[in-house]
């Protein structure tokens, strides 16, 4: 989509929404894999003072990671939609070029007589 300063490739978009997706399912995956971690650090070593604050911390972590997650895969979604938009406007653009109606009768009516 060309004409407003910039131009703007629907596929690349829709590629850049779909990596981002990608990642959000990668962040989700550290999440899953982390809550194990807490489980097992929490249990194993619980005479230790600090393992209870290492879990709480790790805890924190991975919450934080998990809303990252939601937020990588919300913005995905949305680069995705960008691209339909974009993709759709550009169809409506030429649909309506070719549409368009002819003006008059542009019938030739032969030379000029008074042109040089």
């Keep these: 989509m060309a004409g407003s300063g910039f131009d ?3 596929e690349q978009v829709r590629e850049v929404g779909q990596a981002v997706v ?3 399912q990668d962040v989700g995956s550290i999440v899953s894999a982390g809550a194990a971690t807490i489980k097992l650090a929490g249990s194993g070593n619980a005479g230790f003072l600090t393992t ?3 879990a709480a911390l790790t805890a924190a972590h991975l919450a934080a990671l998990a809303t990252l997650g939601d937020e990588l ?4 979604q949305d680069l995705t939609g960008a691209a339909q938009t974009y993709q759709a406007v550009d169809r409506d653009q030429q649909n309506a070029a070719i549409t368009a109606a002819v003006p008059g009768d542009r019938t030739w009516s032969g030379p ?3 042109a040089a």
């Design 8 to 10: 703007v490739v629907p």
């Design 73 to 76: 895969d919300r913005h995905g």
């Design 112 to 114: 000029n007589p008074g």
């Design 52 to 54: 209870p604050a290492m």
């Design 22 to 24: 990608r990642l959000s």
